[in-house]
């Protein structure tokens, strides 16, 4: 899909001296210099260098003349036949007719001359090819001989053209390769037998009779064409490089002296003439064809010379017609060729005389004419695609094909290459390309290479198949013959701009011209016409559809913009937001940036360079850049690691950057392309992206990034049926529906149950829901806090880049814990469609209802079993499908239990008679049930179920006969609680129930609680053990008072419990005990002296007037626990002395440990002395590791002996 656009061109008037038709010109590559060497007269010749080229006046300067004024034999040097710059020795070898060989340096040699004459050849020299690597050349002799000499031109070898002999490399036909044995399609075998007769086949009569050479692009070959006399038809012979034939092309009737050979070594081109038609044929290196194409001229046309690029991409075919010369481009892109551009030289004089590539710069064109005038053409690669960012624009592309424009709607058909859904044939061939605002952007204007302009219009864009653009008509563009124009842009209906160049001024200029179609036939004409000079030379007119920038660009980067208003002149002047890029980019767009309205966004200039960097504005976004397109939400760019990258415009300028180079979990903004793809177009408002292959071949891909950007669009406009089909088919998440804005979702349910009507739709998009929500876990929002967050998650643990499928929440939710509100969403949004649902017809969207009750968390199977129930009485059928389309959605177990829990045996029946139950497991049981009596039958049911509340519940309503069993049932499955409710209206076997409670606590070791139980029971004695297990004295106090306990008894049970409470610690209740309920204040104070209550314990003595214990128990006590006190204070002085001596010990042998690895490190090794291999930074990093790893084992030594010691 890619043309070549013509971004400069500059052309010299003539040298100044009279020019012949014998032109050679050669490039120095390094400083771009152009070297022009021509034929004056017979034996005269000129040497002319032009310098300067980038500027608006390049500088022509007259090097030296041939032969030089005090040669004795200057009528003996003949005209030339050859020139080449020789960029190590920094000279200009030129080769003369006669033979001689001059180098003219650019610095005077050790004897002050410039010009040395290094040799000659008596026969003469007919043509000279110096080798890529500029060590060798090749000469033709005048005596039709090849000679091969080495840089200093010494000779390596010299050989006879015609020979007999076909070459070393020669292919052999070993049988089965014989052309008998072949395919011959539709000629059938008779093909086969025919034999070509070579005898007839003849030279060309356009050939001129001389010599071609031509090497391959890594100088192992060259190629020689010539005229075997013996033969009487021209030849092709391919040597290698010690200039030995290695084989002989296969006879070709009428092949012509045109000869290049491609620098990728895969073909040499040539031109045959047929009584039809002129073709460019291909030869391999082995001699035979290798595929041809036919050029679109007429007969007389006359091929001169044949040129490929430095880069094999495009072959030049110069031409000469009987009005003049002409120059053609031409490209091979899946195995198609396309004529991509048309150089006229119909002037008098104008006629080619040389042609040739640049040596570096590949799309780089050098042409010297007849009449002495130079031009430097530069191209680019260009894609003619329809920008315009709106919903209606068809995608239109258009690839040229000389007079034929072949378009290709790709929002309407995809069509591969070399195919196209239209081909447009205009008058002469197309030169560039300009889509205009009207219907949508798709009509067009087309520049022909004879300035003339072709206006084509596609307004008609409902109809199928889609009919073929509308030709408007012609205008002439170009009113003097000096001035063309180079490209256009059609920025308004009425207005048409063009780049022009003016070789009298050697200058570019603008020219604004003002249109007017007419009413019924809508035929242009020009109204006025405006020119505009510009300062300087400008490489690219970029207009852009949607926001209507007109963009000039120098080949510095520096920018310009042309204003047009209604009533003022067009105005050219800087862009305020952004003056220049900070170098020439070949391909540019403008796009606005930023958040929030359109018109509040920043202007944006999108710049790609030919070394493949991307800027925006002054920033450099990327380096490794290939392509670029603008899409109404993202700039999408292919780089050189084979990915597809999605920055979004609706992000502050500022943050406008790759973020990371690598691939984020779910992150949208990147993708995997196939090596070598490059950006056709992104399709507006589209998920399409179509890419195209290195061979040609297209492939539309849906980039996540827009998939989600048109779903997003979708939903901001409540148009849920696009963006759920958009999700189904691209496989997005479905939650994304509800999840992009909750409340709008939830406000226009009837809308989405409306638009996405379909039941098996809506049962998809109600089979996806969970309890999560997909914009902060798999779509973030790009920009958006939660994208923020996943990028700096992603950047901080780039090993866990794996989808943690196995980590999520309950909820769904990866690792997150869900708030109230998402735990219950997809509940709120299945009661919310049901709804509706019910609303418009229950029986139609019944499977729908269905899902509503199952995907509810947890499902509710039982209202989904009732509305079955229900719709079995109303219509049998519809139930039966109903119940198959649930048993789908539940496990068919569930079912049959939820249906078995609501005691409807029709239902569990209908239920199980769908499910791949054996009926004689279910039947037997079914029947048993049927003979029980209601509520023991229920009973039986919710124990099966394993319901065992409910069970309990109908057990209690069977009678009383089974309140035996229900004390069992209690038992076995631990339903105290729910059996002291069931039974809290009978005192008897509520009393009943907490006895066995109070049992059961007791034996689980919960004796408080087995205390209360048993007292509510009125059983006070085992409460009183509970009480004295549980360590409760006040309630164990209190019921043996209720229990008449004497004073004896009182005071067991008081020093039982004190000795439990001094177990427990609780010292100051002991004493209590102790003094009030055993009587013993002795026992008392020793107790609170046991637990360092000293107060307390003079406080006992004093109360009980027991003063004779303070002499005997509480003096004695208060000092033992000083001492206690004392030793314990000494043992912990003498831990943290010790610990902290150790600590310093360990501090000081780090430090001396690390120095010593320091100094290890910058100790020089003799051996080392003479390895300079080793990297500066691998020695670095090596101490480096070291001394980490020293700093980890002292740490851990220090927390070892710290651990030890304490």
């Known amino acids: 899909m890619k043309n070549l656009t013509l971004l400069s061109q500059i052309h010299l008037a003539r040298f100044g001296r009279p020019v012949g038709k014998d032109i050679h010109h050669s490039v120095d590559p390094e400083s771009g210099h152009v070297y022009v060497a021509y034929s004056t007269g017979p034996a005269e010749g000129v040497l002319v260098k032009i310098s300067d080229l980038q500027s608006p006046f390049p500088e022509i300067t007259e090097l030296a003349t041939f032969p030089p004024e005090n040669d004795e ?84 070898a010299e050989n006879p053209i015609d020979v007999e002999e076909a070459g070393e490399d020669v292919s052999v036909n070993v049988g089965w390769g014989k052309k008998e044995t072949q395919f011959h399609g539709t000629e059938g075998k008779q093909a086969a037998q025919r034999k070509v007769d070579t005898s007839t086949h003849t030279s060309s009569p356009d050939d001129d009779n001389n010599h071609r050479l031509s090497w391959r692009g890594d100088g192992t070959y060259f190629c020689c064409s010539s005229k075997d006399a013996r033969l009487g038809r021209r030849v092709i012979r391919v040597y290698n490089r010690e200039a030995i034939l290695q084989t002989t092309s296969e006879s070709v009737d009428m092949l012509e002296h045109g000869l290049s050979w491609r620098p990728s070594g895969n073909l040499i081109a040539s031109s045959q003439r047929l009584p039809h038609r002129h073709d460019i044929v291909f030869f391999e290196r082995n001699g035979l064809r290798h595929g041809e194409f036919t050029l679109r001229e007429e007969t007389s046309t006359v091929v001169r010379e044949l040129a490929w690029n430095c880069d094999s991409t495009v072959l030049a075919v110069w031409l000469q017609r009987t009005s003049g010369s002409c120059i053609q481009l031409w490209t091979m892109n899946n195995y198609k060729w396309y004529m991509k551009q048309e150089l006229l030289y119909n002037g008098e004089g104008s006629s080619v005389a040389s042609l040739q590539w640049d040596v570096e710069a590949a799309l780089v064109l050098h042409v010297v004419t007849e009449s002495g005038s130079f031009q430097r053409n530069q191209y680019c690669w260009d894609n003619y695609i329809n920008e315009m960012l709106s919903s209606d624009n068809l995608g239109t592309v258009a690839v040229v094909d000389g007079a034929n424009l072949m378009v290709t ?11 196209s859904a239209f081909t447009l044939t205009v008058p002469y061939a197309i030169q560039h390309i300009s889509f205009s605002t009207l219907h949508h952007g798709d009509d067009m204007a087309v520049l022909l290479a004879d300035q003339r302009v072709a206006f084509y219009e596609m307004a008609d864009k409902t109809t199928r198949p889609l009919p073929e653009p509308k030709l408007l008509g012609l205008i002439e563009l170009a009113e003097i013959p000096s001035v063309s124009v180079r490209q256009i842009a059609w920025t308004h209906p009425d207005t048409l701009i063009g780049l022009q160049y003016d070789s009298d001024i050697a200058t570019d200029s603008i020219v604004v011209v003002k249109l007017a179609f007419d009413e019924e036939t809508k035929a242009p004409k020009i109204v006025s016409r405006t020119d505009m000079p510009l300062e300087g030379l400008f490489q690219r007119l970029y207009f852009n559809q949607t926001h209507g920038d007109i963009m000039l660009q120098k080949a510095d980067g520096d920018l310009m913009t042309i204003t047009i208003s209604k009533d003022e002149e067009p105005q050219v002047g800087r862009w305020m937001e952004v003056d220049r890029l900070p170098e020439g980019c070949l391909w540019m767009g403008t796009t606005r940036i930023g958040t929030g309205p359109e018109e509040y966004r920043e202007k944006a200039v999108v710049g790609l360079a030919r070394n493949n960097r991307l800027y925006v504005n002054d920033r450099l976004i990327s380096s490794e850049t290939t392509s670029f397109c603008l899409h109404n939400h993202f700039l999408v760019f292919t780089t050189a690691t084979h990915s597809a990258r999605f920055l979004p415009l609706e992000i502050s300028l500022y943050d406008f950057k790759i973020v990371d180079n690598s691939m984020l979990p779910y992150d949208e903004s990147v993708r995997r392309v196939e090596r070598g793809s490059k950006i056709v177009l992104a399709l507006p408002y589209s998920v399409n992206l179509v890419l195209q292959m290195p061979r040609g071949n297209l492939e539309t891909i849906a980039p996540r990034a827009m998939v989600l950007s048109v779903t997003r669009d979708a939903l901001d406009k409540c148009d849920f049926r696009t963006a759920f089909v958009t999700c189904r088919k691209h496989r997005i998440d479905l939650n994304l529906l509800y999840d992009h804005n909750p409340k709008v979702f939830m406000e226009n349910v009837p809308e989405f149950v409306k638009q996405v009507k379909e039941v098996d739709y809506l049962n998809l998009f109600l089979s996806f829901l969970r309890n999560e929500d997909v914009t902060q876990t798999l779509y973030p929002v790009p920009g958006s806090e939660s994208s923020l967050k996943q990028q700096l998650t992603a950047a901080a643990a780039p090993q866990t880049y794996a989808r943690p499928n196995k980590n999520r929440s309950k909820g769904g939710s990866y690792g997150a814990q869900i708030s109230p509100e998402l735990a219950q969403k997809v509940n709120q949004i299945c009661d919310a469609v049901r709804v509706e649902l019910n609303t418009l017809d229950r029986n139609t969207y019944i499977n729908s209802v269905l899902t509503t009750y199952v995907r509810k968390s947890p499902p509710d199977l039982e209202s989904a079993l009732l509305l079955l129930a229900k719709l079995r009485d109303e219509d049998q059928a519809l139930a039966e499908d109903a119940l198959k389309f649930t048993i789908f959605l539940a496990d068919v177990d569930r079912l049959f239990d939820v249906a078995l829990g609501m005691y409807d045996f029709a239902l569990v029946l209908m239920v199980a008679q769908w499910s791949q139950k054996d009926p004689r497991e279910y039947l037997p049981f079914l029947n048993e049930l049927r003979t029980l009596e209601k509520y023991y ?82 059983d006070k004695e085992k409460a009183l053990e509970a009480y ?11 019921l043996a008072h209720q229990l008449n306990y004497d004073a004896p008894a009182m005071a067991y049970l008081a020093r039982g419990l004190a000795e439990r409470m001094k177990i427990d610690k609780r010292f100051s209740e002991a004493g209590v005990l102790l003094a009030e309920y055993a009587k013993d204040s002795e026992e008392a104070v020793s107790a609170l002296l046991e637990g360092r209550l000293w107060s307390e314990a003079i406080r006992t003595t004093y109360l009980y007037n027991r003063l004779d214990l303070m002499a005997t128990h509480v003096t004695p006590g208060i000092a033992d626990g000083h001492h206690d006190l004392m030793d314990s204070i000494r043992d912990m002085q003498e831990q943290f002395d010790k610990q902290t001596k150790r600590l310093k010990e360990v501090r000081d042998l780090k430090i001396e440990k690390a120095l010593a690895e320091a100094a290890e490190d910058m100790t020089p090794d003799d051996a080392l002395d003479n390895v300079d291999m080793m990297s500066d930074t691998t020695s670095m990093a090596s101490g480096f590791s070291r001394y980490t790893a020293a700093n980890s084992v002292l740490s851990k030594s220090s927390h070892s002996s710290k651990s030890s010691s304490q």
């Open 73 to 156: 034999h200057s009528e003996q040097w003949g005209h030339v036949v050859g020139i080449k710059f020789l960029v190590d020795i920094q000279a200009i070898c030129i080769v003369f007719s006669h033979g001689d060989v001059v180098l003219f340096h650019n610095e005077a040699t050790e004897t002050g001359d410039t010009m040395e004459i290094v040799g000659s050849v008596d026969s003469g020299i007919s043509c000279m090819a110096w080798s890529p690597d500029e060590e060798l050349v090749i000469m033709v002799t005048g005596e039709g001989s090849i000679l091969e000499m080495t840089k200093d031109f010494d000779v390596i």
């Open 937 to 1018: 039958q229920r009973y039986r049911i919710d124990d099966h179920l394993k319901k065992y509340k409910s069970a309990l519940q109908n057990l209690s309503q069977a009678g009383e006969k089974y309140f035996d069993d229900c004390v069992s049932y209690i038992r076995q499955h631990n339903l105290y609680k729910d059996a002291l409710k069931v039974f809290g209206s009978n005192p008897t076997k509520h009393k009943a129930i907490l006895q066995i409670y109070g049992d059961s606590l007791s034996v689980n070791g919960d004796y408080e609680q087995a205390g209360v139980a048993y007292t509510m029971a009125g």
């Open 409 to 419: 709607p790709f929002r309407v058909m995809n069509v591969p290459p070399p195919m």
């Open 1028 to 1038: 004295q297990e549980a360590g409760f004295w006040r309630e164990a106090v209190v």
